[in-house]
């Protein structure tokens, strides 16, 4: 038989870490803002591919004398495919690039296969399109988790994932990760993946109200979280090193993508056990929590 961890008995030492921690990213957020990428900002992008593989530093430099001195360059799939991204909300400003490149192409010329131009009004809209989504997320969230559980575990399951979206752009920000709509897309992945890992915890949980009846709810959460440890573990470190791969071998392009994949994961393990779980324990959750309300109602005798 597993032996039952202590899970609660640190809890008072985890609740000062994580608002520590949630401090800190939320100064990062506001202090040092976001780092959009041109999804959000508006800008030219360019995708370039050359005869022999590509030197990005070369291209670098010579975007740079060329006096496109914001010019980010990374490599896109092959190693002979590039891709430039400009700020800028001139449309003809990808093709002006394009031909600064060939004219100092030398023996490895570059051919354009591709230019986009992205105005900032529809960088506006697509950031506010996100971040609504993200809200209505976690909205939808909270009105299944009461309606499927208890408000308390509701409750519990949002401010967990309200911590684990915050550490995670908070940690963006303070590194100044470009933050594009892949980005965005591995935050709200987060959202999906700590709330499959609390749920669990919250469905054992509520199973052992029934079978330990005389235990104590923090009895009752550290047998849970034990019970469901491994299945935690596993699951996060299968999913880490498959994230562990997509950041070395994914390139630039996934980078920040790959990070806020793992930074959320991290958190998410986290926050299912010591923020989840305490807040149940705040709102004082018991089993008659999760009896149904007796009917009221006279029951109406239909027989003649």
Same mark, same amino acid.
Request: net charge negative; no cysteine.
């Given at each position: ?8 008995? =640190?809890?008072n =030492? ?7 921690? #949630? ?20 800008? &030219?992008?360019?995708?370039?591919t ?11 430099t010579e975007l ?11 490599s ?41 131009f ?6 506006e ?6 971040g ?32 684990? @979206?915050?550490?995670?752009?908070g940690i ?18 987060i ?6 890992? &609390?749920? @669990?915890?919250?469905?054992? @949980? ?9 235990? &104590? ?10 019970? &469901?440890?491994?299945?935690t ?10 994230? #562990? ?39 004082n ?6 009896i149904?309300?007796?009917?009221t ?8």
């Amino acid at each position: 038989m597993l032996r039952t961890i202590n899970f609660m008995g =640190v809890r008072n =030492v985890a609740f000062g870490f994580t608002v520590l921690l #949630t401090v800190l990213a939320l100064f990062s957020w506001f202090h040092k803002g976001l780092n959009y990428g041109l999804d959000f900002t508006g800008g &030219t992008l360019i995708e370039l591919t050359y005869e022999k593989p590509a030197d990005v530093t070369l291209v670098r430099t010579e975007l740079s004398q060329a006096g496109y001195h914001e010019a980010i360059v990374q490599s896109f799939g092959a190693t002979t495919d590039l891709l430039v991204r400009m700020p800028g909300e001139d449309p003809q400003l990808g093709h002006q690039v394009a031909e600064a490149l060939q004219k100092v192409g030398g023996d490895n010329p570059a051919t354009v296969k591709r230019v986009e131009f992205v105005g900032p009004q529809v960088g506006e809209e697509l950031r506010d399109q996100g971040g609504l989504g993200m809200l209505m997320a976690l909205g939808g969230i909270l009105i299944y988790l009461a309606f499927r559980f208890q408000w308390k575990f509701a409750v519990g399951a949002i401010v967990s994932l309200i911590h684990d @979206v915050v550490v995670t752009v908070g940690i963006l920000a303070y590194f100044q990760i470009t933050f594009d709509l892949t980005v965005l897309a591995a935050v709200l992945a987060i959202i999906g993946y700590s709330l499959n890992d &609390t749920i @669990v915890v919250f469905d054992r @949980v509520r199973e052992n109200f029934r079978v330990l009846r005389k235990a &104590t709810l923090i009895e009752n959460i550290n047998i849970s979280t034990t019970q &469901t440890l491994l299945r935690t573990m596993a699951t996060s470190i299968s999913t880490l090193l498959a994230i #562990t791969a997509l950041m070395v071998f994914g390139g630039d392009n996934l980078w920040g993508f790959s990070l806020s994949l793992f930074i959320g994961v991290l958190a998410g393990t986290y926050s299912s056990i010591y923020i989840a779980n305490v807040v149940l324990i705040w709102l004082n959750l018991n089993s008659e929590d999760l009896i149904p309300p007796a009917s009221t109602g006279k029951e109406v005798d239909d027989r003649p």
